[in-house]
């Protein structure tokens, strides 16, 4: 038995996607920028795709730039915004201290450029409010950025809220929506968002494709160049197959978004019922604003990398945190957003769900969770010093 619950790092591509990329690969193989019939078909399949992706956002065509996934559009998003704030005088940039490192890393680097960087703090339940954003704001603000839905909790924040009061004080508001597009209903224009990423794997498309979306009159700036491609914002011949991949996997997920909310977000709680039930144990972030398929606990005693293989060793296949950042041995930084120490971070436990996980399988991995926790525990001399009250509990 295989047991796949690491969705938030990628996704099974389904049948629909792979149906829509194989013509692309075959018949129809042309370069979109030749002029020729060969090329035109495909430039008309480019068109076409576009103006879906909008459709599914609530935009136009000409506000849709391919990129190779998310990292980019959220590097792309960012520099191109601090650029335009650069030329006004404003240097000063919002955002929160739990977003990806595709965020954090770009802000760093702007940083050193000489642009200031605000960082709000989490609150416990993994939620920032619109009032953190509106006190942050100054003058010379000319970016926020806030991500959607986090990577590694779940969390989903109030968009629509932050976006307002971006709008409403003439501010540039980017959200990061990788892990939310595909799951979570998106309108751009009804929620003011200026700029956002999406990436298709996240939504059973394929890898190395996704999305930048630019409100008209926002200039982008290039990261790549070489080429007229996206309007002459990104050089280099479109993916075609893969963007038609992400356009079938996006409209198909945005089709069944009710339908696939009600049934994750049952089997979540059902895991998470279970799991809440382990001794020494607490679910990080809020319970019920969160992403439909994305449990993540830490538990006392234990720490994350054993879980995790052990979990393997009986089918489950599971993360600790952001796939990203799986070869450092630092604890989560989200974690430690949220107020959880070092200790209690190292034992966590990343569950993301997708439509195809059934009852079954959440009662087996519930199962196989308990085991591998006592096993852990029970050679642990951490534990036994917790249990002998030689050391005090954390989560009690």
Known sequence: MRIYL?????????????????????????NPSSLHSVGQEANEALADARARVAKCLGCTEREITFTSGGSEADNQAIISAARLGEKK???????????????LHTLEKLKKQGFEITLLDVHENGLITPDQVADAIRSDTCLVTVMY???????????????RICRDRDIIFHTDAVQAAGHLKINVNEQNIDLLSLSAHKFHGPKGIGVLY???????SNLIEGGAQERGKRGGTENIPAIMGMTAALEEACENTNKNTAKLTALRDKLIAGLSEIPHSILNGDAKQRLPGNVNFCFEGIEGE????????KGVCASSGSACTSGS????????????????????LRLS????????????????????????????????DLCEGRKEFIIK
Do not use: C
């Open 306 to 313: 054993s879980l995790l293989l052990l979990l393997d060793d």
């Open 214 to 220: 630019a409100k008209k009159g926002i200039l982008l």
């Open 329 to 348: 041995l630092d604890p989560s930084h989200v974690l430690l957003a949220i107020g959880r120490v070092h200790d209690i971070a190292h034992g966590s």
């Open 149 to 163: 839905a986090n990577n590694e909790i779940g969390t989903i924040q109030p968009i629509g809220k932050i976006g």
């Open 353 to 384: 769900l997708s439509e195809e996980n059934t009852e079954e399988e959440i009662d087996y991995t519930v199962k196989a969770v308990k085991e591998v926790v006592e096993y852990l525990r029970g050679i642990s001399p951490i534990w036994r």
């Open 89 to 103: 005088g404003k240097k000063h940039i919002i955002s929160t201290a739990f977003e990806h490192h595709a965020v």
């Open 6 to 30: 690491d969705n938030a790092a990628t996704t099974k591509m389904s049948h629909t996607a792979i149906r829509a990329m194989l013509p692309y690969m075959d018949r129809i193989y042309g």
